[in-house]
């Protein structure tokens, strides 16, 4: 029984992990789309893209992890039905819940690596990529300037700069200020950088001019070594990190401090959220035990089992959809917090009865059993 156990454990194993890196690979270039926006409107640099994208991948991971496992489950029931290996398992007087017990200790291990992603890795990975889309958000050189061209970030403030380095060092910089119509200013200087400050933001010139025309219709003309062009008043940002419930770690979620004043719909959500960290690891082992109520149990089918997984692939992912939507819903009802616990509870132990049940005996002689047997073990052995 240990052989057919192990066996079974490698049939399922590596393609969990191979569906694991497809389905994560998919969706971490869906979730590329969005950033790729973001890192486009602002001009950072790729390493940044990569940094957030990659980031944002264990909450991926959290959501497709089940569903992984129970994909694989799938094709590893299938194929050694398949190959009636399943079938020789029973007749060898193993029941369903002794073949399918080492995918039952690969969920509970997917379900620990859940935990683990869910209650540790993701708040800090998300907490980090809060941390560069806000510098990304707030980088006042890509807001100022556009390389080479004349940019109008604020009503009458033109400015122009021939490049943008790193560290927002411009050169070759032009600023026309006419914010006041009746001192209307135009710097030029060789060399500047983009400053932040408490207020907005600084632009610190060194090696220009300062030109103004005066009430006389003169031009006065005033060389500089180092000057500095207050902005804020044009430029203000919120530089304050705000984190959402998908950034908080679990006690910060369902026991929030009060000096934060979190009240009414903000700590119902808050909630929603701790209580759908804790369920849904859950799902790694009702999917699987799913599957093998689908795969084991039942009587062997000579023509395949395409019927029975189309079936239990939709009631696995409305399954796990449910799950989704009891969060969702619990951010508005905080009662239903335990309908997250009680849809992959319920799921497990109806499978598990359904597992540990003696099957119903067939209504046929010993001569007829014998014979059915007999012809699976000589099939067996013609298909090897």
């Known amino acids: 029984m240990p052989l057919i156990q192990r066996y079974l454990w490698s049939q399922a194993f590596w393609p969990t992990l191979l569906t694991l890196a497809a389905l994560a690979l998919l969706a971490l270039l869906t979730q590329s789309l969005q950033t790729l926006d973001l890192i486009v409107e602002n001009r950072q640099s790729a390493l940044t893209f990569l940094k957030i994208t990659g980031l944002a991948l264990p909450q991926l991971i959290g959501i497709i992890l089940p ?32 073949i399918g017990s080492p995918l039952v200790r690969l969920g509970v291990m ?36 556009q390389p080479g061209e004349f940019v109008t970030p604020a009503r009458d403030l033109t400015i122009y700069a021939r490049d943008l380095g790193a560290g927002g060092e411009l050169s070759d910089v032009i600023i026309h200020d006419a914010r006041d119509a009746e001192d209307v200013i135009t710097h030029m200087a060789r060399t500047g950088i983009v400053q932040r400050t408490p207020a907005g933001a600084a632009l610190l010139l060194s090696d220009g001019t300062v030109q103004q025309r005066l009430a006389d219709d003169t031009l006065d003309v005033v060389e500089f070594e180092n000057y500095r062009l207050d902005l804020s ?41 701790g209580h759908s960290r804790l369920a849904a690891p859950l799902y790694n082992i009702a999917l699987v035990m799913l599957a093998l109520c689908f795969m084991i149990r039942g009587e062997h089918q000579r023509l395949g089992y395409g019927r029975r997984i189309v079936i239990c692939a939709v009631l696995g992912f409305v399954l796990r959809l449910s799950g989704f939507a009891a969060a969702s819903a619990a951010e508005d009802t905080i009662s239903l917090n335990s309908l997250q616990y009680a849809i992959p509870l319920v799921t497990m132990l109806l499978c598990g009865i359904y597992l540990i049940m003696r099957p119903r005996p067939v209504k046929l002689g010993a001569g007829r059993r014998r014979a059915a047997y007999v012809a699976s073990v000589e099939k067996l052995g013609t298909s090897g």
């Open 233 to 273: 008043d044009a430029f203000a940002f919120d530089t304050n990190l705000r984190l959402k419930p998908s950034d908080m770690f679990l006690h910060e979620l369902l026991r929030p401090d009060p000096r934060n004043f979190v009240y009414g719909t903000q700590k119902q959500e808050m909630a929603a959220e």
């Open 67 to 98: 569903l992984a496992v129970f994909m694989a489950a799938l094709y590893a029931l299938n194929r050694m039905n398949g190959d009636s290996e399943i079938i020789v398992a029973k007749a060898a007087g193993a029941s369903p819940w002794q």
């Open 110 to 145: 997917a379900m620990i690596a859940h935990l683990v992603i869910t209650l540790a890795i993701q708040p800090l990975s998300f907490r980090e990529m809060r941390q560069e889309v806000l510098k990304v958000r707030t980088d006042l050189a890509s807001q100022l300037v």
